[in-house]
């Protein structure tokens, strides 16, 4: 498993036996699943829940699965984050469709039909290429995203909703500097013509106080 606790897996497929499927294989190995079945949705869902990890087929109504990953990809290159772990389910066989996957920044393609079992060990794969170990437990740090609970040292540590965004987000992007309009995007969806900076800034400030030894030097 990743340095993630019970990481969060969004499936998206229109095929309502291979999410219950995957649902079952995942959970049963620790992991969070949500569920989708279509591709606006899925827009959506990434940008408001923040998935560690999303397992995506390319025949979907809405949006394309292809479409669904160029999109997700242009946002982060527009908000410089770390790109999100996609792994691409497809009843395709054709060796097009694969290059045009990895060429757009899929971190894996899986080819239907497959093994359960497989697939999740291809899911704690990217994880652990996304997530090196301690990348989430730094200093004591433990971020449950599942459950949205922050640890230090073994003690919970109560954050608001916004704080723990903020925290998961940076976790998502470790060793990266963002500035405070990158945050206001990425964290609140919100510009600095709509939402000061003052913000972020306050946000940073109670939650080095929460989750630092020493706010004054965070790590």
Known sequence: MSGISHPHVLVVDDDERVRT???????????????????TD???????????????????????????????????EAACATP??????????GETDRIVGLDLGADDYLVKPFSPGELAARVRSVLRRA???????????RVDTGTREVFVSGRRVDLTAREFDLLAFLIRNP????TRPQLLRSVWASEVSWQSEATVTEH?????????????HPR
């Open 131 to 141: 997530h090196p170990p301690g990348s989430a437990s730094s200093s004591g740090l």
């Open 42 to 76: 899925a827009l959506e869902r990434i940008e408001q829940d923040h998935p560690d990890v999303v397992v995506l087929d390319l025949s979907l109504p809405g949006v394309a699965g292809l479409d669904v990953l160029r999109r997700v990809r242009e946002r982060e």
């Open 175 to 178: 060793r990266q500097v963002f």
């Open 204 to 216: 940073i400030h109670r939650l080095r106080g929460k989750v630092e030894d020493d706010p004054a």
């Open 21 to 39: 499927l995957l649902s079952w294989q995942l959970e049963s190995e620790g992991f969070i699943v949500r569920c989708t079945a279509d591709g």
């Open 84 to 93: 999100l772990p996609v792994i691409i389910l497809s009843g395709r066989t």
